[in-house]
């Protein structure tokens, strides 16, 4: 208990020794404060020199105060003070004034669980005495408003999913923290999210403020930047990186470059070099603007031709031969190019001076929150090195027109008038006179001038669909006439000196192709030939044990080919024992024989004639004989096997 009455007393005592640090959301006494950074809304409070080890025998005291009626959040980044018994040696108290509730004394490394303070106001204590290590602690604050308040040291890699909306307070700025990246390929995962927040010009150090960014896929190589008074690093591949979204950050047309100033430089071989407004533009080739002689009230005025929403500007210094830049430097807007305003912080009670460029090749970013809305704008350098040297560039977007929403009067009912007679009188179209009595043959000309492009339109998809059935019909026949039907057989006279053929003969012999109109009319009413058969050997199929009565008066003109043999007599139809044998089948009269196929094979290609026959009776009945090949004529026998040609 005495332990505990002891810090309160020490801190009484180093209020009295030391000038209390006043500000509008609260105050700071004690020789342990750290970092800190109190606004109504937000803030953030350290030990003294963290995150190294705190100092021996210091105390520090905070009054935070939020507006009435609100609550406030408390979110502990870090903490690490030595521990001891009850947390007599070091601790950390938290205490509500409007209420008397305290919470701690709190001690170790662990950090606490976000506290909630049902009041507007809270005093945060911190006591060291004699102690060997610890870090001391890292404290941030918001309103109840804000429920989703982060640390400042936050990674992107405590986060899993692809979007990402927390609340960052302010005063991240200066507490230690890695970033690696810049605004254009995105942040390493590994960066603290609001260090990149202030880094990428999404919200303001002074302030904090609400982010939504998203997580996407990493790059190999992260480029470093210098930009609103931070460097990143950089750094090397990653899985993830950080996307902050800027709805207007494109990059702004420059009309016209105007300067106080401009260097002409003549160097000793007498060369002429101009370092005019114009050379300011990041599109310019060669040297920058420089201003002769360089002095604090030179200046560089940009035009853009109309009013522009601008939140950003990006400087460079001279050239690789030079090294001439501007450290820091003031702008000016203006609306009209005469009354020109100072940009102030976002309190507006100074003038904002912005952290320039470190050498004469880097670009530096700095974002203007809340933006500028102007046409005219002036750069006005304060500090340096050499001379006074810029290449210039701005962000924005365009000035969105809204109109002002005109206020609701609600409006008598009207009387409307009791109409007695049909009115005659029409209401004039501007450029058109139209007269009533015409108006009725004018409606009757455009009816049938449509009436007329409508039938002839049918017309002609008519004649269409005709022209191709008729080409459709064309085609068919012509295939058609490729189709040739057998003939039929037709007998040769014994003084005939041209064999019977299947064939189609060939056009030179007077052969002409019949009329056919569809493919029904062929079979049975015209003549046709059918193609010729490839020059294979072809073998008819005999037919046996068929009844001469089933044969009829066509067996008694058939010709039978008899082929002699040495096992039986010659010209027997078939003798027992004696396998049948087959003749090729004809060709076409003029083709030439082809060789044999083998041993004790016939020729694929002969030729038959019909030789002169001599009739000569056998049991069978008279049968007609040739030399070269036996022809029978049956006439009335029981069984006979008879062979066709093949066709």
Same mark, same amino acid.
């Given at each position: 208990?005495?332990s505990?009455?002891?810090?309160?007393?020490?801190?009484q005592?180093?209020?009295?020794?030391?000038?209390? $640090?006043?500000?509008?959301?609260?105050?700071?006494?004690?020789?342990?404060?750290?970092?800190?950074?109190?606004t109504?809304h937000?803030?953030t409070l350290?030990?003294?020199?963290?995150?190294?080890?705190?100092?021996n025998?210091?105390?520090?005291?905070?009054?935070i105060?939020?507006?009435e009626?609100?609550?406030?959040?408390?979110a /502990?980044?870090d903490?690490?003070?030595?521990?001891?018994?009850r947390c007599?040696?070091s601790?950390?108290?938290l205490?509500?004034?409007s209420?008397?509730?305290?919470?701690?004394?709190? +001690?170790g490394?662990?950090?606490?669980?976000?506290?909630v303070?049902?009041s507007?106001?809270?005093?945060?204590?911190?006591?060291?005495?004699t102690?060997?290590?610890?870090?001391? /602690?890292? !404290?941030?604050?918001?309103t109840?408003?804000?429920p989703?308040?982060?640390s400042?040291l936050?990674?992107?890699?405590?986060y899993?999913?692809e979007? %990402?909306?927390?609340? +960052?307070?302010?005063?991240?700025?200066?507490?230690?923290?890695d970033?690696? #990246?810049?605004? @254009?390929?995105g =942040?390493?995962d590994?960066?603290?999210?609001?260090k990149a927040?202030?880094?990428?010009?999404?919200?303001?150090?002074?302030?904090g403020?609400?982010?939504?960014?998203?997580? *996407?896929?990493?790059?190999?190589? =992260?480029?470093?930047a210098?930009?609103?008074?931070?460097?990143?690093?950089?750094?090397? !591949?990653?899985?993830?990186?950080?996307?902050?979204?800027?709805?207007?950050d494109h990059a702004l047309?420059?009309?016209? /470059?105007?300067?106080?100033?401009?260097?002409?430089?003549v160097n000793a071989? #007498?060369q =002429?070099?101009?370092?005019?407004?114009?050379?300011?533009a990041?599109?310019?080739?060669?040297?920058?603007?420089?201003a002769?002689?360089?002095?604090g009230?030179?200046w560089?005025?940009?035009?853009?031709?109309?009013?522009?929403n601008i939140t950003?500007?990006?400087?460079?210094?001279?050239?690789d031969r030079?090294?001439?830049y501007?450290?820091?430097?003031?702008?000016f807007?203006?609306?009209?190019g005469?009354?020109?305003?100072?940009?102030?912080s976002s309190?507006?009670?100074?003038?904002?001076v /912005?952290e320039g460029?470190?050498d004469?090749?880097?670009?530096?970013?700095?974002?203007?929150i809340?933006?500028?809305?102007?046409?005219?704008l &002036? %750069?006005v350098?304060?500090?340096w090195?050499?001379?006074?040297?810029l290449?210039?560039?701005?962000?924005g977007?365009?000035?969105?027109?809204?109109k002002?929403?005109?206020?609701y009067?609600?409006?008598?009912?009207?009387?409307?008038?009791?109409?007695?007679s049909?009115?005659?009188?029409?209401?004039?179209?501007?450029?058109?006179?139209?007269n009533?009595?015409?108006?009725?043959?004018?409606?009757?000309?455009?009816l049938?001038?449509?009436?007329?492009?409508?039938l002839?339109s049918?017309?002609?998809?008519l004649?269409?669909?005709?022209?191709? @059935?008729?080409?459709?019909?064309?085609?068919?026949n012509?295939?058609l006439?490729?189709?040739?039907?057998?003939?039929?057989?037709?007998?040769?006279?014994?003084?005939?000196?041209?064999a019977?053929?299947?064939f189609?003969?060939? !056009?030179? *012999?007077?052969?002409?192709?019949?009329?056919?109109?569809?493919?029904?009319?062929?079979?049975?009413?015209?003549?046709?030939?059918?193609?010729?058969?490839p020059? *294979?050997?072809e073998?008819?199929?005999?037919?046996?044990?068929?009844?001469l009565?089933?044969?009829?008066a066509?067996?008694?003109?058939? +010709?039978v080919?008899?082929v002699?043999?040495?096992?039986?007599?010659?010209?027997?139809?078939?003798?027992?024992?004696?396998?049948?044998?087959? $003749?090729f089948?004809?060709?076409?009269l003029g083709?030439?024989?082809?060789?044999? &196929?083998g041993?004790?094979?016939?020729?694929?290609?002969?030729?038959?004639? *019909?030789p002169?026959?001599?009739?000569t009776?056998?049991?069978?009945?008279?049968?007609?004989?040739?030399?070269?090949?036996?022809?029978?004529?049956?006439?009335?026998?029981?069984?006979?096997h008879?062979?066709?040609?093949?066709?």
């Open positions: 208990m005495r505990r009455l002891r810090a309160p007393l020490l801190l005592l180093f209020q009295l020794l030391r000038p209390l $640090d006043v500000s509008p959301a609260g105050a700071q006494s004690g020789d342990g404060c750290g970092h800190t950074v109190l109504p937000s803030g350290t030990s003294k020199n963290y995150p190294g080890t705190y100092p025998h210091t105390a520090c005291e905070w009054r105060q939020a507006a009626g609100s609550s406030l959040l408390l /502990f980044g903490m690490d003070i030595e521990s001891s018994q007599t040696s601790f950390l108290l205490s509500s004034p209420d008397g509730t305290s919470r701690g004394p709190y +001690c490394n662990s950090n606490p669980t976000p506290l303070i049902n507007s106001s809270v005093t945060i204590q911190f006591n060291s005495t102690h060997r290590s610890g870090r001391g /602690f890292l !404290l941030s604050y918001a109840s408003q804000h989703d308040l982060i400042c936050d990674k992107g890699t405590h899993h999913q979007q %990402i909306s927390v609340f +960052c307070p302010a005063g991240c700025k200066g507490v230690t923290g970033i690696w #990246g810049n605004a @254009k390929q =942040y390493r590994t960066s603290v999210l609001c927040a202030i880094h990428a010009g999404v919200i303001l150090d002074e302030l403020g609400q982010l939504t960014l998203s997580r *996407e896929k990493g790059i190999t190589l =992260y480029e470093s210098f930009a609103n008074g931070l460097h990143s690093k950089r750094g090397s !591949l990653s899985e993830k990186r950080l996307i902050f979204h800027k709805a207007c047309e420059i009309a016209v /470059f105007n300067a106080s100033s401009s260097w002409h430089e071989m #007498g =002429y070099t101009p370092w005019t407004a114009e050379q300011a990041f599109s310019a080739h060669g040297s920058s603007w420089a002769d002689p360089s002095s009230t030179e560089l005025e940009i035009d853009l031709g109309g009013r522009k950003g500007i990006i400087t460079k210094g001279s050239s030079y090294n001439f501007v450290k820091s430097y003031q702008v807007s203006s609306r009209d005469k009354n020109w305003k100072a940009y102030r309190s507006g009670q100074e003038e904002t /912005f460029n470190t004469s090749l880097q670009e530096v970013s700095n974002t203007f809340p933006p500028i809305l102007a046409r005219y &002036r %750069i350098p304060r500090s090195n050499q001379r006074i040297a290449k210039v560039a701005l962000q977007c365009q000035v969105a027109r809204l002002a929403p005109r206020p009067v609600p409006s008598a009912p009207k009387e409307v008038p009791i109409l007695t049909i009115p005659t009188d029409h209401t004039p179209i501007p450029g058109v006179a139209i009533p009595e015409k108006a009725g043959s004018m409606l009757l000309v455009m049938l001038i449509g009436g007329f492009v409508l002839s049918g017309l002609l998809l004649a269409l669909l005709c022209c191709k @059935k008729r080409k459709t019909a064309a085609e068919l012509c295939s006439m490729k189709e040739y039907a057998e003939p039929d057989v037709v007998q040769v006279s014994p003084s005939s000196q041209t019977p053929s299947t189609k003969p060939a !056009l030179d *012999e007077g052969y002409t192709l019949p009329l056919v109109v569809n493919h029904y009319d062929v079979p049975g009413k015209y003549h046709e030939y059918a193609e010729p058969l020059p *294979e050997p073998y008819a199929t005999p037919f046996t044990e068929q009844a009565e089933a044969a009829g066509a067996a008694k003109n058939t +010709c080919k008899v002699p043999t040495t096992q039986g007599r010659a010209g027997s139809l078939m003798s027992p024992g004696i396998l049948p044998q087959y $003749d089948p004809t060709q076409q083709e030439t024989p082809n060789s044999t &196929r041993e004790g094979s016939h020729q694929a290609s002969i030729v038959y004639r *019909e002169q026959t001599e009739r009776s056998t049991p069978w009945g008279d049968v007609t004989t040739s030399p070269e090949g036996h022809c029978l004529q049956l006439r009335d026998f029981p069984l006979a008879i062979y066709h040609e093949p066709l």
